[in-house]
């Protein structure tokens, strides 16, 4: 078993992938870049100097097929993760794809067949579950902190006109609009507080999406099998970016703006009351580590020690159905 860095190449080396993955990927303590994808080779060549990076690609299929590429990691349009992935699987070459992980559930369905077809890693970079905040707001419902879980609502929203991604209302290349965006980490972040999915799923969406535009906001109540209802309100509309949690049970509440965030410290309110009214809050500040870098480090355990993967591609897929329920309620 070798302790080498594991080599990854990233797949739609843009914004995103130049400001947080690059430096995730370096600074998660197993893993180095060694190649890069971008669709202009001129482009491509200059990143890779401009960021010491061996190896340059304009097409997925060199990069996959390269020996120095032990890994990928796919940072580029939702609709193209799919053929990504199975390029990849197909060179024999792990996958973390970030979220969502593919534009529609039939793409999800291929990416989890081939990479389990070619005996390859498939991680899907759902982040928020390691998130501190997440964590001990799991570990205080489990202990009965606040009594019984009636609802907990997410908030989730920001400026598209700030976002230097063109095809963001594009449901071709992104296959919905704040719902695949951002509404999925609120997804699948209630998924794991509960430990549960949702038997019913209704949404409003506004403006609803056609052919050629996905909605701009959405509104969705998700009632869970075991019960407790769980909403999410997303939105591209938002004239400043604010993610939102609350857990409200029979006991209290336990809150955090800025659930989402990676290398920041979030602030957690735990709410009692007496004789129905609110007492002083409890508050926790926790420090979050960079949660992209903590998914690169884990993806590589599972791969190189046998430990579990903790986002496997089935769990994208249920996420990725679930989000086809709520475009078509």
């Not at 570990?139 to 991604?165: C, N, P, V, W």
């Not at 290349?173 to 209704?202: E, K, Q, S, W, Y």
């Not at 997303?234 to 809150?255: K, M, N, Q």
């Not at 703006?257 to 508050?283: C, M, N, Y």
Request: glycine share 8%; charged share 20%.
């Amino acid at each position: 078993m070798t302790n080498d860095p594991m080599r990854f190449g990233i797949i739609g080396f843009g914004l995103f992938a130049e400001r947080t993955i690059l430096p995730a990927i370096r600074g998660s303590g197993n893993a180095v870049v060694s190649a890069l994808q971008k669709r202009s080779a001129d482009a491509a060549a200059a990143k890779a100097h401009e960021h010491g990076i061996p190896h340059a690609f304009a097409t997925v299929n060199d990069l996959v097929e390269h020996p120095d590429v032990d890994a990928v990691f796919i940072v580029s349009a939702n609709a193209a993760h799919a053929e990504e992935t199975i390029a990849a699987a197909k060179a024999g070459k792990h996958v973390l794809v970030e979220k969502p992980m593919a534009a529609t559930v039939h793409q999800a369905e291929q990416m989890v067949r081939a990479c389990r077809t070619a005996g390859v890693q498939l991680m899907v970079g759902h982040m928020v579950r390691f998130s501190p905040v997440i964590t001990r707001m799991k570990q205080l419902m489990m202990e009965g902190a606040i009594g019984s879980i009636a609802h907990i609502e997410t908030q989730f929203f920001y400026d598209h006109r700030l976002s230097h991604r063109g095809w963001l209302f594009d449901p071709k290349v992104a296959g919905g609009g704040p719902v695949h965006d951002i509404g999925v980490h609120c997804l699948d972040t209630l998924r794991f507080l509960f430990d549960d999915d949702p038997t019913v799923v209704r949404a409003v969406l506004d403006a609803a999406p056609t052919g050629d535009r996905t909605e701009a906001t959405a509104a969705v109540v998700l009632q869970f099998s075991r019960g407790g209802l769980g909403s999410i309100f997303c939105s591209f509309t938002g004239s400043y970016r604010r993610s939102f949690i609350e857990i409200r049970g029979t006991d209290g509440t336990i809150s955090a703006f800025d659930f989402t965030k990676s290398g920041a410290p979030v602030i957690l309110h735990r709410v009692h009351a007496h004789e129905g009214e609110p007492l002083q809050p409890l508050i926790e500040q926790i420090s979050v580590p960079n949660l992209y870098a903590h998914e690169v480090r884990l993806f590589v355990d599972c791969i190189r020690n046998g430990v579990p993967n903790p986002i496997p591609g089935e769990e994208g897929l249920t996420n990725q159905r679930i989000l086809e329920q709520i475009l078509s309620s």
